[in-house]
């Protein structure tokens, strides 16, 4: 078996069991489908839980899990003895990235059934995008961090931005003018429509750029830290 | 199959580890001794491959340990005093993660486990477990495959004498399988009842290296006989002729209740050679 399905299985046996990563996971479907059958309201925008929730979930449960799981192996001591079992970094890194990105997907999955079948494709591509994005940022904290703490005092600064910025931005037109540089509140937008064209050319820009960021950060990380 | 010529490690400006030399033959148990800080672990970090070095040569499974291969990998077992365990996994499914990184046989989980005396504790989370249970999950992740090299980095540390005396019993049984076993330790009578061979690493330096009897015979210099007699005094003699006169005497006379000759073990041998001693913080 390779290594890289080791890890995922190792991962997909550790699910349950750890339950600080787990709630990441289910916390924001979970709180999707009791907001959007229990609270409905004059005038309140088609699937607005939905598709606010769904950017929170983007800019949370991914990049805390992801550092989480990463600093969690670092401080126990159980990376260093992967690696010396001849598990590759990339192949470790590689199989925690599948691992959580199809754990989002999944929590995506649900999130989605409320809305119309036609958006659910487009919704799904655009979650899968956003978490590939948060995987790495998640991914680069857990890099550099030599412990859970560490890593947990870093995340969080990270995930009130992305995660709160677009919610804010809703109510606020100072904060909706930092946080349109964030691909959490371009997707926000992209979900209004449930098309690019809401966000153009330039949120799409401000989104590859956020995913570029995130990809030579994650780099000059891996390359600086190692595991 | 193992060797290291005129090894320097530096850490800073600080020298770890100075002109290291030694040779393990297959099938050999071979113990570093020293006490904390003496660079053990850097040794074995670096024999291991997980630390570079400043100068020299280290030759692992007959190769440059630089141009280990995966496979080769595969043939290394290694147990660090600071690895860890995978806490919230029963003792079977942290051997699984391995047997599957190792493609060996899940048959072989319950197996090791069952010569590691874990077998009634498979199901049982690690977190569960006591130091020397953990302890004994970690050897059974480093025999699972079946290694020709196991590294084990002070693997009795901190064990009760019985948990110690059953490790002792497993590197044994391994070594009767051909491996050839590296072992740290501080623990002097450890490295007698194991080691075909030791090294005494003080600061970085092998003060002394070779079998463990030969290692005490050569500073066996004060050549006495110690005599308990049955009138519960103790008389100690000199290795030589007259004394041996007296002690025909004694035992004529049915004086003498027990004789011991009084050759120094090697944590005196370490204490002579280095004015510390080995179990010393």
């Known amino acids: 078996m390779d290594n890289v399905s080791v890890i995922i299985k190792k991962q997909i046996r550790d699910t349950f069991k750890n339950k600080t990563v787990l709630i990441q996971f289910v916390m924001f479907p979970a709180m999707t489908l009791i907001m959007e059958n229990a609270i409905k309201m004059d005038g309140m925008p088609v699937n607005f839980f939905t598709k606010l929730f769904s950017v929170m979930y983007i800019g949370m449960a991914p990049l805390t899990s992801a550092a989480a799981i990463i600093s969690e192996e670092k401080e126990k001591n159980t990376l260093r003895v992967l690696l010396m079992a001849n598990v590759k970094p990339w192949e470790y890194l590689l199989g925690i990235s599948v691992y959580v990105w199809t754990l989002c997907m999944l929590g995506a999955a649900v999130m989605a059934t409320g809305l119309p079948a036609s958006d659910i494709p487009f919704y799904m591509m655009t979650m899968g995008l956003g978490f590939i994005i948060s995987i790495l940022a998640g991914a680069c904290v857990g890099i550099y961090a030599k412990n859970q703490m560490v890593s947990t005092s870093l995340v969080m600064p990270v995930m009130m931005v992305l995660s709160f910025a677009p919610m804010l931005a809703m109510f606020n037109d100072k904060i909706e003018k930092v946080a349109r540089f964030f691909y959490t509140q371009q997707i926000r937008v992209v979900f209004n429509t449930m098309s690019f064209d809401g966000v153009g050319g330039k949120g799409l820009l401000i989104i590859a750029v956020n995913a570029c960021l995130a990809l030579g950060l994650f780099f000059v990380t891996f390359r600086k830290n190692r595991l | ?281």
Do not use: W
Not at chain 2, 66 to 94: P, Q, W
Not at chain 2, 146 to 173: A, N, R, V, Y
Not at chain 2, 182 to 192: G, I, P, V
Not at chain 2, 211 to 235: C, F, M, S, W
């Open chain 2, 1 to 281: 199959m193992i060797s290291c010529r005129n090894l320097y490690k530096s850490f800073s400006d600080k020298t770890v580890l100075s002109g290291i030399n030694f040779s393990i033959e297959d099938g050999e148990i071979f113990g570093l001794l020293g006490p904390s800080g003496a660079g053990k672990t850097t040794l074995i970090n670096i024999i291991t491959g997980q630390l570079p070095f400043d100068k020299g040569y280290v030759c692992v499974l007959d190769k440059n340990v630089k141009e280990l291969t995966g496979e080769d990998s595969k043939k290394i077992g290694i147990m660090m005093d600071s690895f860890g365990v995978y806490e919230r996994f029963s003792c079977a499914d942290n051997l699984k993660i391995f047997a599957d990184i190792y493609g060996v046989s899940h048959d072989r989980i319950i197996q090791t486990l069952e010569a590691v005396g874990l077998k009634d504790a498979a199901g049982k989370p690690a977190s569960d477990l006591s130091k020397g249970m953990r302890a004994r999950l970690q050897l059974a992740r480093v025999f699972m495959h079946s290694p020709k090299i196991i590294f084990l980095d002070e693997p009795t540390s901190g064990l009760d004498p019985q948990t110690m005396k059953q490790i002792h019993h497993l590197i044994l049984d391994k070594k009767k399988e051909g491996c050839t076993i590296f072992l740290t330790t501080h623990n002097m009578e450890e490295a007698t009842a194991l080691c075909d061979k030791v090294a005494l690493l003080n600061e970085g330096v092998i003060v002394e290296c070779g079998a463990p009897k030969e290692v005490v015979r050569k500073y066996n210099h004060q050549k006495k006989i110690k005599l308990h007699l049955v009138t519960g005094e103790d008389v100690e003699l000199p290795h030589d002729e007259g004394s041996a006169e007296r002690i025909f005497s004694l035992m004529i006379e049915k004086k003498v209740e027990t004789i011991h000759s009084s050759e120094p073990d090697l944590e005196t041998v370490f204490l002579e050679l280095t004015g510390r001693k080995l179990e010393e913080a």
